[in-house]
């Protein structure tokens, strides 16, 4: 297990350095700095690397304990994509079709949240693929912010990925990448799921570069 | 002398002019008050990344051939990347993407590694000119193409196929000049990069009239013909350090100097078609690493051709 720790460690740093180097992302804290109170980072999703991109940018010690949530099926299992998933990403695994016989994937992210960790999510649901700039979130941001009314909804708008490492290619085209963090939202009292998810989706596009800052 | 004591004697001279510029930039900030005067913070902050840069070409020099050739390779690939960037490229255009990075870039280094003349001074405007408008074809998607297509080998041309010509200095067989390549390459970045200084310094001097308000609001009349005479002059003093004649010396670096000007204008039009200011944000202060080479890409393959056809053996 130990050695398994170290060279989950050494494989993160590497992954760091490459995005480093291929993209040069730099962070922008416009909205809010970076804190290590439990939030919840939801951002627009066009490619693979997204998750290590925010990741990236975060401070080094926040990294250990800011996980990103992702699909069971495609990251579970056995196998190197299992390892980066679960050791080095220390991803949280939901299942797409959640199981009755298991807590529901809210629960568990928001357990996950009490134990002090943050959370990358991707309120879209897949990954982005067509030429709409953001695709209808799910009503699954909607639920988590009713379970965890007290944490943090940070917008990180993570721009020009997509055509770095774009859907079929896996070898990334060396552009330039950056990470925007919004301003963080909280649910209002009595605000519904309609409200709530548009005022994040709109809070996510504010983000977007060229669009006047606010 | 030697090029080991020139290249002492030029080091000992740049960094005599930062300290001074240094001291300046830190008493124009205490006299501004402790209110951050934008402008100041600006000149300071270029005065730093200078110090930086410096010190990165100094150390590559230290390495001869391959610490320069890799420190060039290594400016084109942030060059083309910020170039890139900004260029409206699609899907389909993800191979041609990668042969520009991973096949074009090292190719044309690698052959001014070897010193293939024939082949580095054409590989990129005939062979990368052809190959890349047949593989975003074979892409398959036709919207924008001539507009994509164009955008991917501009940027392969000005970011390494003329950038290049730096090192490829270091090819040049020059009759009583062998082993002091390196110094001409050094006689261009100081008379191109004092240009592009002193144009600034006279601008924010003496600056009223623009010469291009469309494309650049920073550029004055003033500040041209004081920058540009005054680096000539400066590169008539460093005549010493090259092949030629002190009257030589300063009509090749006005010739530079004044191709460094258009660069910076060309470069400036192509970020204004594209909606931004700078180029990136590399090199604090400065902007992208392509704001700060723009002049050097123009002036380059000019001063190459020039120091080959007359100088060369």
Request: aromatic share 12%.
């Amino acid at each position: 297990m130990e050695s398994k720790g170290i060279a989950a460690r050494f494989v993160a740093s590497l992954v760091v350095g490459f995005a480093r180097l291929v993209t040069a992302v730099r962070p922008e804290w416009r909205g809010c700095l970076p804190s290590p109170n439990p939030r919840v980072y939801f951002a627009n999703h066009a490619s693979h690397g997204d998750f290590v991109l925010i990741w990236t940018v975060l401070p080094p010690a926040l990294r250990g304990a800011t996980r990103p949530v992702a699909a069971r099926d495609y990251w579970g299992g056995s196998g190197l994509r299992a390892f980066v998933g679960k050791n080095v990403f220390n991803a949280v695994l939901i299942d797409r079709v959640p199981d009755p016989a298991l807590p529901h994937p809210i629960e568990q992210l928001g357990a996950v949240l009490r134990r002090g960790s943050s959370l990358i999510f991707f309120p879209e649901g897949t990954r982005n693929t067509t030429d709409e700039t953001l695709l209808p979130f799910k009503s699954g941001l909607y639920r988590l912010a009713q379970e965890n009314p007290t944490v943090e909804f940070v917008p990180v708008w993570i721009d020009n990925l997509s055509r770095v490492m774009p859907k079929g290619h896996y070898l990334p085209v060396p552009l330039l990448c950056s990470v925007t963090f919004g301003t963080p939202i909280l649910l209002a009292e009595a605000e519904d799921k309609d409200a709530f998810l548009t005022r994040a989706r709109h809070a996510l596009l504010a983000l977007r570069p060229g669009e006047p800052a606010q | 002398m030697t090029a080991k004591s020139e290249f002492f004697w030029l080091s000992l001279g740049v960094a005599s002019v930062l300290i001074v510029a240094t001291i300046i930039g830190h008493l124009l900030a205490k006299r501004a008050g402790p209110e951050p005067n934008a402008v100041i913070v600006n000149l300071n902050q270029r005065i730093y990344a200078w110090w930086a840069m410096v010190g990165l070409v100094a150390g590559a020099f230290l390495f001869g051939k391959a610490g320069v050739i890799l420190l060039f390779a290594f400016a084109s690939f942030a060059a083309l990347r910020e170039f890139l960037t900004l260029t409206p490229t699609r899907l389909a255009d993800h191979w041609a993407l990668l042969a520009v990075f991973l096949l074009a870039l090292p190719i044309q280094y690698y052959l001014i590694w070897i010193e293939w003349y024939g082949l580095y001074s054409i590989f990129i405007p005939v062979y990368g000119f052809l190959f890349l408008s047949i593989v975003a074809a074979i892409g398959g998607d036709t919207t924008r193409f001539l507009a994509r297509i164009s955008f991917v080998q501009w940027g392969l041309m000005i970011c390494v196929f003329c950038l290049s010509h730096v090192p490829a200095f270091l090819t040049l067989d020059i009759p009583g000049y062998n082993g002091k390549q390196l110094l001409l390459i050094a006689f261009l970045v100081i008379v191109v990069q004092g240009s592009d200084v002193l144009q600034y310094v006279f601008g924010k001097l003496f600056g009223r009239h623009k010469v291009a308000p469309n494309l650049s609001p920073s550029k004055t009349w003033e500040g041209l013909v004081g920058g540009v005479l005054s680096a000539s002059l400066l590169g008539m003093a460093l005549w010493k350090i090259t092949p030629f004649s002190p009257v030589q010396a300063g009509l090749i670096a006005l010739i530079v100097c004044l191709m460094g000007f258009f660069g910076g204008l060309v470069m400036s039009a192509i970020k204004r078609d594209r909606g931004v200011k700078d180029w990136g944000r590399m090199i604090e202060g400065h902007g992208g690493i392509l704001d700060r080479l723009d002049s050097v890409i123009f002036a380059a393959p000019i001063m190459f051709h020039i120091t080959r056809y007359w100088f060369s053996a």
